[in-house]
C-alpha cells in the first residue's frame, strides 16, 4: 500500500485518516511538532500533509506507526501507547505491506 486510506477497520471499529496542515494539527495535539496522532475516543488518526518540509514517505511511515497504536488499542494490549514498541511495529508492517508479492 503506497497510499493512505481515508478509512479501515479492524474488528468492530471504523477508523478515520485525516490529513491536516500543522495549524490543524496543533489544535488537536498542542505540539506543533508531531506528525500524527491516534485519538482513541473518536476512532481518527491525524497525520500531517506532505509539503516542501515533510515528504511523503515520512507521512506514510507516520501512518504505519499510528496504524499501530490503533490496532494495539484495539487489541486492548497493554503497549498501545509504548512509542517505542509502536514505532517498531510500525516499520515492521510498513516493510511487510511494501514487499508483499502475488
Request: aromatic letters at 12%.
Amino acid at each position: 500500500m503506497k497510499r493512505i486510506p481515508k478509512s479501515f477497520q479492524i474488528g468492530a471499529h471504523t477508523y478515520t485518516v485525516k490529513m491536516v496542515d500543522e495549524e490543524e494539527m496543533a489544535e488537536v495535539t498542542d505540539d506543533r511538532d508531531c506528525y500524527g496522532m491516534f485519538d482513541s475516543d473518536t476512532l481518527t488518526i491525524y497525520l500531517l500533509k506532505p509539503s516542501r518540509k515533510l515528504k511523503r514517505s515520512v507521512v506514510l511511515q507516520t501512518f504505519w506507526h499510528e496504524f499501530s497504536h490503533a490496532l494495539l488499542w484495539t487489541m486492548n494490549h497493554k503497549d498501545f501507547t509504548n512509542e517505542t514498541f509502536v514505532d517498531a511495529m510500525g516499520h515492521h508492517l510498513k516493510q511487510a505491506n511494501d514487499t508483499f508479492k502475488f
